[in-house]
Each structure stands twice: as C-alpha cells, then as structure tokens.
C-alpha cells in the first residue's frame, strides 16, 4: 500500500497514519508503512502489542485508542470487525469526523445487520462524514506478529 503526497506545499507536514490493532494484519501495514517513513500511531486492545511494534519501528509511537483516532489524520482499523461493532466504533466516533477510515476486516460470520458490507455497518457507526473504505491492498500478514484472537 502507497499513500499518494497530499496536494500542498513541500512544507506541508506528513499525513500521521494512526492503526488500530497489531496483531498480523496490522503489523504487516505497519511494517510496510514505516518503510515508507510515514509517521504512524499505534493502538490495539491491551497496548502492549501497539507498544512493542512502535518501540521496534521508525516514526511510530504508541497511544490510547482515543488518542490515536483524534490525532492521526488516516485511520486503518485492522481489528475483528466484532471488536470494531462493539467497542472500537464507539470510542473514536467523536475524533473521526471528515477523516479517511480504512476498514481491513473480513466480515466472515459477522452479522452484517442488514448492511451490504463490513464498510457500510462502520459508516453507520461513525457518523459526521467519515468516509470508510474497505482496503483493498493486502500488505502480507507478519509471520512475526503471534494471533492475538481466536480465529474467526
Ligand atoms: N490475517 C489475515 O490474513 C487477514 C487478511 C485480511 C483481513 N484480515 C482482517 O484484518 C483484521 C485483523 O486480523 P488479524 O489477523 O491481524 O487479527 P489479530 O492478529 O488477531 O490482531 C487483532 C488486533 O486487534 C486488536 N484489538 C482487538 N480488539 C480490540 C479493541 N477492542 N480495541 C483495540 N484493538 C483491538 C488486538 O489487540 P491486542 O494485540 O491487544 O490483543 C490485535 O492487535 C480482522 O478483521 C481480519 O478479518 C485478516
């Protein structure tokens, strides 16, 4: 994945890429990102994944969820999409407004509630004109990153 230059000035500051969840999906993009130099924050469910891969990655930095979601000005939610339902979406509605959302989930056996897709059901949670976008680049799952989740 390749985030294009945002159309300013060669002053203008890097876009921060904040990433909910490190575990494989979210340590690949991580990995793939930091290679690139973009500056990334770090969150996932207990912290310590999200502090251990910034600690070993350039220009990463770990935080809350909420922190991530306010600060960063792209969020790429690479987390279960159970998980995003019941509790991401809820605490970073109030920081997404207007923000590229990426959502990286597989909806396999979630209960899509009448929604067509996985991107669709978190639009419906993140209200305030965030725009989610079902990631269709596939950075190779880190053999290094352990399954943190049951599979699904
Ligand atoms: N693996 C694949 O090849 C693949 C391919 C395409 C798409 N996907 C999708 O990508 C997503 C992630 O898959 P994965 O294989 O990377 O899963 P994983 O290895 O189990 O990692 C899940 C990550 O989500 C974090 N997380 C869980 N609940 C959270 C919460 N409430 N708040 C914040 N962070 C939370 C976990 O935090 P902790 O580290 O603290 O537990 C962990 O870092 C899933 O939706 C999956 O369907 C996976």
Redesign the pocket.
């Known amino acids: 994945m390749r985030f294009s230059e945002p159309a300013a000035g060669p002053r203008a500051r890097a876009p921060v890429i904040g990433i909910?969840?490190?575990?494989?999906?979210?340590?690949?993009l991580a990995e793939t990102l930091a290679a690139q130099r973009r500056p990334l924050l770090l969150?996932?469910?207990?912290?310590?994944?999200?502090s251990a891969l910034a600690e070993r990655l350039p220009g990463a930095r770990a935080g809350s969820?909420e922190r991530v979601a306010r600060e960063a000005d792209i969020l790429a939610?690479?987390?279960?999409?159970a998980?995003?339902h019941?509790?991401?979406a809820p605490?970073i509605r109030a920081h997404v407004a207007g923000k590229p959302v990426i959502d990286?989930?597989?909806?396999?056996g979630h209960d899509l509630l009448g929604h067509g897709s996985?991107a669709e059901l978190i639009a419906c949670m993140l209200p305030g004109g965030a725009v989610v976008r079902r990631?269709t680049a596939?950075p190779r799952?880190s053999s290094r990153?352990?399954?943190?989740?049951a599979p699904?």
């Open positions: 909910v969840g490190c575990g494989r999906m979210g340590t690949a969150a996932s469910r207990g912290g310590g994944s999200a969820l939610l690479a987390s279960p999409l998980a995003i019941a509790e991401i605490r990286m989930s597989n909806p396999c996985a990631s596939s799952a990153a352990p399954r943190t989740t699904r």
